[in-house]
């Protein structure tokens, strides 16, 4: 074993001259082995050891005694101890993930917090035998041939010295070692995912082959290799089509279908940091298709087409702060707004109808209102609660709220489109135009006209002056 664990290092150069490892403990096995081993060889590594462990807080006094049990161990081996409890039972149902997913992304978070230099890596625990039952894992979830390559040995700095030690090597070291160990008790139930192909799915494949591990491995390692060379096709396509804020939809169109999927991966795994499931990438593909809508990946991750590009970002909250709403501001002619980088002009004017009509009223539906509707209580705003509107031609009224979604209006500018309204009716929304109540129907000499151009002085665009 300890020739494999020192082809791992210097085949995927886990160290590379770092000098501080941090092991991730449970108390288990394999994490005591990697402990055991790391301390017994930190000389010869040129490293200094510490460890880490997080309590999950799903096993009560179970998950106390493990974490008492690694305390006790680390003063034994003289190694500091990083701890952490996190609730993943409430954080899993806040994020409408499985429990699995969110201890992960805990773990890795909480990892993420120790790496607070360029000399130190946390060190995980993960076998040859863990990396088969995640290549199956992913082949059940239809993952495509990236799951294929299995549990990467290093990634950023996270490295994996066990990751070609079966799981019966481990416990022969512990055996011969005389390395204590725990045993979580949900590693023997069914109740989860990994735990059904280590106990039941793996035994019945060794009936056909006793070297179903191996055979798996294979696989992951031929996998990764192949998709090594076409990662960088994909690269290449990716920085092809990219843009200063996303992707270029027009350039995405021009893909070849086959790998669009990947390019897209590429792209969420650099600009989110996110490995989506097969169902995101189909409805990403689906809306650079459509030309418009947006896909939320996770709570805070999301992709959303907007002017023509695919962008990646953090869900943005529909309505802006109260401090930066444009306040109520009674309609005037001859007034001018200046607000979030636009010019608005209200004004009067004249038309000469003898112009064919059908142009005519395409126009008067953006920005030309009649003039007989306007008063006193007639004001510039955001839109608020219990806002309605009447589309030209519809017969209907909707919803401000529903409009915007029916329109599949970008939710970081609902908040900030301006609109005029008299109470909760809403007469004209910018972007939309005129509603039915408030479009000029009949010659009208003179109407009410709202232009909007963007706007840019010596110190950039101006966000909330007025004039």
Aim: aromatic fraction near 8%; proline fraction near 3%; charge should be neutral.
């Amino acid at each position: 074993m300890f020739n494999k664990i020192e082809a791992a290092l210097n085949q995927y150069e886990m160290l590379n001259g770092k000098t501080h490892v941090i092991a991730a403990v449970s108390g288990g096995a394999d994490s005591m082995c990697l402990l055991h081993w790391l301390t017994s060889n930190s000389t010869h590594l040129g490293i200094t050891v510490s460890a880490a462990h997080m309590n999950h807080m799903l096993r009560g006094e179970e998950a106390e005694r493990d974490l008492n049990f690694v305390e006790e161990q680390c003063k034994i081996l003289n190694v500091k101890l990083f701890k952490k409890y996190s609730d993943i039972r409430t954080l899993a149902a806040e994020r409408k993930i499985g429990l699995e997913e969110c201890g992960r992304q805990e773990r890795y978070s909480f990892f993420s917090e120790l790496i607070t230099d360029e000399q130190t890596v946390v060190a995980t625990a993960h076998t040859a035998s863990d990396n088969a039952e995640t290549v199956l894992l992913n082949i059940v979830r239809g993952s495509g041939i990236d799951g294929l390559k299995g549990i990467p040995p290093v990634r950023k700095s996270i490295i994996r010295p066990l990751i070609f030690c079966s799981r019966e090597e481990i416990e022969e070291y512990c055996d011969k070692n005389r390395v204590p160990f725990v045993t979580d008790s949900s590693n023997l139930t069914l109740d989860y995912s990994r735990n059904k192909i280590r106990l039941s799915v793996l035994p019945t494949l060794r009936q056909i082959n006793p070297s179903v591990e191996n055979a798996v491995n294979r696989l992951s390692q031929t996998a990764a290799n192949e998709r090594l060379y076409l990662r960088d096709i994909f690269e290449k396509e990716y920085e092809r089509c990219k843009s200063e804020h996303g992707l270029t939809l027009s350039e995405l169109k021009k893909c070849d279908r086959r790998i669009l999927p990947d390019i897209i991966r590429v792209a969420l795994e650099k600009r989110l940091e996110v490995i989506p499931e097969k169902k995101h990438i189909d409805l990403i593909i689906k809306i650079i298709h459509d030309g418009h809508g947006a896909v939320e990946l996770r709570k805070n991750k999301s992709v959303r087409i907007s002017c023509g590009e695919l962008l990646f970002d953090n869900i943005i909250k529909e309505e802006i702060s109260v401090s930066e709403k444009f306040p109520h501001t009674i309609l005037e002619l001859n007034h001018t707004i200046y607000y979030n980088g636009k010019k608005y002009v209200f004004s009067c004017e004249k038309y000469d109808y003898s112009t064919n009509i059908d142009k005519i009223n395409k126009k008067l539906l953006y920005g030309r209102l009649r003039c007989d509707i306007i008063s006193c209580d007639t004001v510039i705003r955001h839109r608020e609660s219990g806002d309605f509107f009447q589309p030209v031609g519809r017969n209907c009224t909707k919803t401000v709220k529903k409009l915007f979604t029916e329109l599949k209006i970008p939710v970081e500018e609902r908040g900030t489109r301006l609109l005029i309204a008299k109470g909760s009716e809403v007469l004209w929304i910018e972007g939309i135009g005129a509603s039915q109540t408030a479009v000029p129907t009949e010659p009208q000499n003179p109407y009410f006209v709202i232009t909007v151009e963007e706007y840019e002085n010596e110190s950039g665009y101006s966000r909330n002056s007025y004039k």
